[in-house]
Nanobody, 119 residues
């Protein structure tokens, strides 16, 4: 059974920082590309960042390049998203998912972890 535990979302002021965590189980985590995705109310879900199984390769959406950093700890089956210089447009529910051929494999998305950026 595949399970995800996202945490770290919070209310933060513009310019602030947050670190999101996602612990996942039920699939071969250490050999899976992992991605962070986000969905704001009324908008399509979008890919934010991804990281290869060994952590050597990362990719970012243009909107977060230079501000967000994805990392992983395979021993802890956890992927992280360090976010800085947060802007109101970053407000969304954030989720992690294994990725294959550029597409998320996650079936049920749930509520994720909520990031609110407001003064």
């Amino acid at each position: 059974q595949v399970q995800y535990w996202e945490s770290g979302g919070d209310l933060v002021q513009p310019g602030g920082s947050l670190r999101l965590s996602c612990t996942a189980s039920g699939f071969p985590f250490s050999t899976s590309v992992m991605g962070w995705y986000r969905q704001a109310p009324g908008k399509e879900r979008e890919a934010v960042a991804s990281i290869s199984g060994d952590g050597s390769n990362t990719n970012y959406a243009d909107s977060v390049k230079g501000r967000f950093t994805i990392s992983r700890d395979n021993a802890a089956i956890t992927v992280y998203l360090q976010m800085s210089s947060l802007q109101p447009d970053d407000a969304a529910a954030y989720y992690c998912s294994p990725v294959e051929f550029g597409r998320p494999l996650r079936r049920y998305w749930g509520t994720g972890t909520q990031v609110i950026v407001s003064s």
